[in-house]
């Protein structure tokens, strides 16, 4: 199942720079394995904005929240969900 | 280039069955055409709503305002366009 | 799967009244079965408001499209949808 | 009477670790004792958020108030409470 | 108990002037009963906009809901109820 | 002259406890007195947050903003004010 | 007592052009007169928009409504009102 | 003096194709000759969007005004307005 | 030219006493300078709240930028800035 | 291709001059040097906010998003992007 995600990241700004980094690069590497496993199907930077569109296939709500609420940034992030469904004039096969 | 595209259809209530029909018609097959060409990348349903979320690979803004202008239900949705770019932590060769 | 789903009617009020009556009729009926069968969980009234707030029991957000978008209300209705899932603190066996 | 509650988690990042696992443990024992008593009817999580969607059955918004400003994590939501009665095409017996 | 209610009126432009005239006349003589009754506790009208701020008394959301949805205005109004409670530096006797 | 004056308080998180409760019991005072002068005619707590419902009865602006701007609370509280007047449907004679 | 009120004017698409200017031509002479005897103080234009910002003087807001809801154009704006009092640091002796 | 507009028109559904084609003919004409004038110192589309983003450059807000309220589409649109000035880091001359 | 500006002061709770104190003081003269000198030229407070609602007279944009900008209090403040024009109605000489 | 960028500053209130002084002076620099290749290619100051409205002019999302994010002050800004393209009704050669 689909869901479209926004997510915005603020993180404070007397953060240290290393605990920022420490955070940024665990993020980094949770996202290559969602990414690798097919749960994080698509993951776009929106121009201008430390943000991103994301498109998630997963079972259900239950393991998005899993993944999302789990995430590194996750208590720094403004986040926004969204049921996606096979929209009748598509015609890719895999944009179920 | 990228965009991500939302569109929310509106239709006026007095607007006769047959037009409707045919508007939706003619819609569907430009967004067959386009999404073969490749520019409509990617084009989801809404759940619950007479709305979708797209992702459209095309040149540039121009290109991209070419097509939705010229979209027969154009002049009855609400657009929001929001222009994307590669995520640096993203693994998918073609998610430029 | 739950969803957690907010309706508002928007009657136009150059409706005929007959009109306005056999809609009303058939979405009593359509909410009846869809209680009956267990997929429209819960539905209350928005006190002082022409809405509701219902959760539905679905396999995903592809059944709940196709149930939402049928309802014979639905070109009249301004709809929001929250994907919902099971609580850490819930007692609840089923509020799955 | 019912009550749809809307309740959204905001705790401060610079909060000691001790101290939100205390608020939250004893936040999680009041919300089991108050599904218990009957007063939280219903506790979902919303998916990719740190909130909930909850209905509440108590005797009015005397109660309501009562159980809400006495949550251990009251000063650290933003709340939306909403009156709900029954809606005229339920089939729930109890959905009052 | 108490209930706070705004109401907006929007009356179409173009609603016959005797049809308004006889939908408020109604609603007037209404207003007149609901006051009487001690169930329209209050009756404020905004400076500047035709709109009220309002105080009900009933026995719950069933009532209000009863209330509000049968005003003869109802169709052309937005509603925003906000449910009231005795606040604990209050010293009026009868402002629970 | 009558005013309907919303009011939100929002405590920093470190404000010491203290400091907070001496602030609540002066303001708690304040209101009393000003209830009892006829100044503050309701003052009503919003169920599930920390704000109350007030209406005021003042000579004009100028008193209404000496009260507000002087009450303890007021550098935490988030204001909205909206003038009343007598609605013309109104049977209660004090609804001035 | 002064009052701060902007007026935004919402002519239907489809009203006559003889009506709308009759509106428009009593409206002006409406205005004139209040002018003239000092209730609308200050009248101004908001450049680019069919919309004004004007201070109104006058007794309360009894005397505000009845002069706002007889403008001709009443039914066709939209209008906020805030109250203003006068300002600790201004220097004019008749910005009361 | 520069001022920052943005437009969006929002022609009704039910305008005869051939009134629109004539307003917006004129409306061209007009924006030829505002641009040939120096007033119309910037026009660009909003991709996706029957929308326009312009810069004026004008004697002050009296010219802005007298240009756009005379525009063909001016009832047809929403119009904002941000005064412009010199930027202290700007290199170009002419960006006043 | 005149603009309409509207402030609302925002100081940080723990500002020190002293140093609130000094940027009102200093605040109020540069007011008083202002107002003196014609480009003040209406000074309001908004009714409940730490805010006003003013008209500027000056040459431009330029001149109004520089003023606020180098008001004591600016960088605590939320500004808005509409500009306006004489409106057709208006009979004062001098609202141009 | 052109992106319109509108861009807010938000110091934390607590940041050293100094450190708000290099800031400041290095963004200073950059944008001269991004005027000065072309990327930069307006430049505006909003009247009474420390904000600007700019227009780039780069190859795409992917540059507009390394200029953007790489401003020494991009961690306090709001930024907002909106792609342009060009205006059928615009004269000028280059604004493409």
Redesign the interface.
Known sequence: ?????EMEVR?????PAEKADALKKT??ER??EL??SGAWR?????????A??S?FDVS???E??QI??TLPLF??MA??????????????ED?R
């Open positions: 199942m689909l869901f479209h995600v993180l404070p700004h007397d953060m993020e980094r996202a290559h990414q690798a698509h993951l776009w930077r929106v121009a201008g904005r430390y991103n569109v498109v259900g709500a239950e998005l929240h999302l609420s208590p720094f986040i926004s969900v969204t049921p996606l469904c096979r929209h009748p004039s598509s015609i890719r944009d």
